[in-house]
Every structure is written in C-alpha cells, then in structure tokens.
C-alpha cells in the first residue's frame, strides 16, 4: 500500500508539474523530495532535516562541476563537461532512495525520465550521473543518523 501511495504520489507530481525537457531538474527533484516524504509519511522536522540532506547533496554535486562557490564537502570533483543536469538528479535519486527505500520504484522512474530529457551527450550525461552519486554517498556518509520523536531529536 505504501509503494501504491509512493507511486502514485510522484507520478501526479510529475505529470501535473509544469516541467519541460528544458526545467529546472533541481526545482523537479524538490517536488519529487516533498512527494516523496509525505507519502512516506514524515514528521515535518523529518521532512526539513530530508530536504536538507537531499539539497546539499545536490549543491555538492552541481557545485563540483560548475566549481562556483566554497564546496560544503570539499572532496568531490567533476570532470570537464560533465552534465550539473544529471549530477542533480542522480544525487537526489541517491539520497531519496537510500532513506525510503519503499518508493524506489517510483524514484527510478522518476530518474529515468528526468535524465531522458537532458539532451547533452551519453559521456556528459554519464560523468555527470558519477559526480552525483559520489556527491550523495559521501553526504550520507558525512550525515550521523538521527533518531526523531515528536519530543526531542538524539544523536
């Protein structure tokens, strides 16, 4: 039933959204982040600290390829014309996926088509979609794991 409501959540969003092959993937993947997090059901100080995650990973993975501001990781470095369009979706496809696991389905999907309508080329697409991915584990493996309650947050 969870998968259903996942499934069915992201798809509305998609297919209602106003996105083109030429929006915005960052704007995309934060309507698919809160789609995602209220169909699974997060607390809303649960869907801040998600969001959050999700949108550093995806800074760390453009901002290694377009090298514009101060990195937040620092470790991360895109090759030369690689795609920011598919490292922005590949880390937040990373990052959603390992935290909810349950609309997996639905986030591939979602990955799928968000990465066919980046028209670079197979190479800038696939260098891309490798920063985004080194972007993603290493901020999951910088985030302690947090255990959240409606009372208090522990670390």
């Not at 083109?20 to 169909?39: G, H, K, P």
């Not at 995650?53 to 990781?73: C, G, H, M, S």
């Not at 895109?78 to 369009?85: L, V």
Request: net charge positive.
């Amino acid at each position: 039933m969870t998968r259903l409501r996942s499934t069915v959540a992201i798809v509305a969003v998609l297919a209602c959204s106003a996105t083109t092959a030429r929006a915005d993937v960052v704007l995309q993947w934060n309507e698919i982040a809160v789609a995602t997090l209220i169909s699974q059901g997060q607390s809303p100080f649960a869907q801040a600290r998600y969001m959050a995650i999700t949108q550093l990973a995806v800074f760390e993975a453009v901002n290694a390829i377009k090298r514009d501001y101060k990195p937040y990781l620092g470790t991360i470095e895109g090759a030369a014309g690689a795609s920011a369009e598919a490292a922005a979706v590949a880390a937040a496809h990373v990052i959603l996926k390992h935290y909810f696991p349950a609309a997996a389905g639905a986030l591939d999907a979602a990955r799928t088509a968000s990465l066919a309508a980046i028209p670079d080329s197979p190479a800038a697409k696939m260098s891309g979609i490798m920063t985004g991915e080194a972007a993603a584990t290493l901020m999951i493996a910088a985030t302690p794991r947090l255990k959240i309650s409606r009372r208090s947050i522990r670390i």
